[in-house]
């Protein structure tokens, strides 16, 4: 099994989405029995809440429901999980600083790296926390994206 984790900063906005939108793609296709995915954000905040309320409706206009409990990245989720996407920069940087001795940080990515077609070169998905309604439509426009592009290199097809 492929187990995929979505990184952000507090785990309210983007990595719980693209956790959720990934979910149900690999619910989508079948494939729950080989590919698995989670997130975490790299500050403490919002342990234990839901996603921020605006990226819910944002989600559930789109048909997801993201019902993901913010949680902190961990020590033992660089050993757990094969490919760890970062949704910015400043995340980015952090996973590769706190990764344990040993680490096989070619897993760590850019989950930006992914998209393709008119959000190929985008470099981060926007933070949409101090935005209105479409800075959220855009980050899940982006992520859709991304996650579509990642089933595709994990599946092949």
Not at 7 to 16: A, E, F, M, Q
Not at 57 to 69: E, K, T
Not at 103 to 108: A, F, L, N, R, S
Not at 136 to 156: K, P, Q, S, V
């Amino acid at each position: 099994m492929k187990k995929i984790l979505f990184v952000c900063l507090g785990n309210i906005c983007r990595s719980p989405a693209a956790n959720g939108v990934f979910a149900s793609m690999i619910a989508g296709k079948n494939l729950a029995g080989a590919i698995a995915c989670d997130s975490c954000g790299t500050g403490d905040w919002h342990i234990g809440q839901l996603p921020d309320a605006r990226m819910r409706a944002a989600g559930a206009r789109r048909g997801y429901a993201f019902s993901h409990r913010a949680r902190q990245l961990r020590r033992e989720d660089y050993a757990d999980f094969d490919l760890i996407f970062a949704m910015d920069e400043e995340n980015f940087r952090d996973l590769l600083a706190r990764a344990p001795a040993g680490t096989d940080t070619g897993k760590i990515r850019r989950f930006a790296d992914l998209c393709t077609g008119k959000f190929s070169g985008a470099g981060f998905v926007p933070d949409p926390y101090y935005g209105g309604e479409k800075d959220f439509e855009h980050a899940l426009d982006m992520i859709e994206n991304g996650c579509a592009a990642l089933l595709r290199e994990l599946t092949g097809a």
